[in-house]
């Protein structure tokens, strides 16, 4: 198989500092580059043709890969230290995005020349670019809006929720942000490594979130009440909480609501309808004015989603998710013409060496492809389609299911032939009376008890 970027369908990168081309049709795995010492955290598409992909890795350097030379080459100018590693990495209208958890972000063209730059305060984790906005969040670090052609200031800084009753201040941690598809960036959602999603409305004026789901594995919803009475403490149920990794918000669901697919840290995968407040009943329409009047959710509680359809998951930590119908999120990992972005598809990858491929309407899973290497993202080509996948996936089953029934036949051969060389070796050792024995050692026992008494009476 050659190294050209048309014979890849899709390209994954890994902790270890792999990059592998996969084919789905054919099931072949190949090894494109591979950076010593180097952890890759993110990757983006360079090029219309998709012939170079940058690769950003927890070092905070950045490499430009040519797939089909294998060449790799160090980007000096948009590196950082070894403590400032690469959060975000996306391509957007010819230019290369790149933010670092140091909340330096930075905005080049593909001949890597500056055309913006950025500081978000804190420690960022996540950063994305969408409708000529960008958005972060991270650690201890809430939501942050910019505008491309104005970022002096952010325009939109979160606040964090009210304290709880016991006067606690509620922490901050946003493992992902997302744009919600057709409204146009007014509408982000972020998820927290604490188990709650959070919907934030640039259009009303509200700084603190206007809908707060949890999605938690407690039938009480993250909820635990201490002590008795009218005011009773009410505390965060940490132990049940699974931390997200990755959400998308890929539709709109029916009704005042949108759907989003979450993965977290303990490889499950779910698809969860969010409800909206009435006063985003406007969220499709392409013409608005003024201010809407949503009342804030800050002191409320997160509350549970209105429907939840698992998938089957991983066993390792969701590392990326992809789906069709944000296309308008995720240009990073398909190119703006790509035959998946309007598959009704779900692409998720985790550190279990999987692939796994899934109906985003049914949530069956349609294959899953082992790739030999923990993944830490993937970039997906433009003319691949993933709805004929459970094809390819099937034959290799059965080759599995005849390979196993074989495997267990040659071990039910191997379990009677052993059974008989030991009945054999059984039947040819003598034959021991332990009766007799037992009567011999007692007789030997009782004379040498009697000599012991003479020898004891002389004396």
Not at 138 to 153: C, F, Q
Not at 292 to 311: H, T
């Amino acid at each position: 198989m050659g190294s050209s970027s048309s014979d890849f369908d899709v390209i994954i990168s890994s902790s270890t500092g792999f990059l592998k081309g996969l084919s789905v049709c054919s099931q072949n795995l190949s090894s494109i580059s591979l950076i010593k010492n180097e952890n890759i955290s993110a990757m983006c598409w360079c090029g219309p043709f998709g012939s170079e992909i940058f690769v950003g890795c927890h070092s905070g350097r950045l490499y430009r890969i040519d797939v089909k030379r294998n060449s790799v080459t160090f980007v000096e100018e948009f590196s950082k230290s070894h403590e400032d590693s690469v959060v975000a990495l996306q391509s957007y209208d010819k230019s290369i995005f790149v933010a670092h958890t140091s909340g330096d972000i930075t905005l080049f063209t593909n001949n890597l020349a500056s055309e913006l730059r950025l500081r978000s305060s804190g420690s960022i984790c996540s950063a994305k670019l969408a409708a000529n906005q960008i958005a972060t969040g991270g650690k201890e670090s809430a939501l942050r809006v910019w505008d491309v052609n104005n970022h002096n200031e952010p325009i939109f800084t979160a606040k964090n929720v009210r304290s709880s009753v016991l006067e606690l201040s509620v922490p901050i941690w946003i493992a992902d942000v997302s744009f919600v598809p057709k409204s146009n960036g007014k509408l982000v959602l972020t998820a927290s490594r604490y188990g709650e999603l959070d919907i934030y409305d640039l259009r009303c004026g509200q700084r603190r979130p206007v809908a707060r789901h949890a999605w938690r594995t407690s039938r009480k919803h993250g909820k635990l009440h201490v002590g008795s009475g009218k005011h009773s403490a009410v505390l965060p149920d940490l132990t049940t909480t699974r931390p997200i990794t990755k959400a998308i918000a890929y539709d709109n669901s029916p009704g005042v609501g949108l759907r989003v697919v979450a993965g977290n840290a303990v490889g499950e995968l779910s698809v969860l309808d969010l409800r909206l407040p009435p006063g985003c009943s406007s969220l499709n329409s392409s013409y608005y004015s003024g201010v809407v009047p949503i009342k804030s959710y800050g002191s409320r509680a997160p509350e549970p989603p209105s429907g939840v359809r698992c998938l089957s998951g991983a066993s390792g930590c969701i590392t990326q998710i992809m789906c069709g119908g944000a296309d308008e999120e995720y240009t990073s990992l398909s190119s703006a013409r790509a035959i998946v972005n309007s598959e009704p598809i779900i692409i998720a990858s985790s550190l279990d060496r999987y692939l796994r491929v899934y109906n985003r309407d049914t949530g069956k899973r349609l294959g899953k492809i082992y790739v030999k290497v923990p993944i830490t993202s993937f970039l997906v080509g433009s003319s691949v389609s993933f709805m004929d996948i459970e094809k390819f996936t099937k034959k290799d089953n059965d080759l599995n299911a005849l390979n196993r029934a074989e495997t267990v036949d040659n071990s039910q051969v191997i379990n009677e032939t052993e059974q008989k060389e030991l009945e054999d070796l059984w039947n040819q050792l003598p034959v021991v009376d332990n009766d007799n024995d037992l009567v011999n050692e007692d007789n030997k026992i009782t004379k040498n008890h009697k000599k012991m008494c003479k020898r004891k009476c002389k004396t």
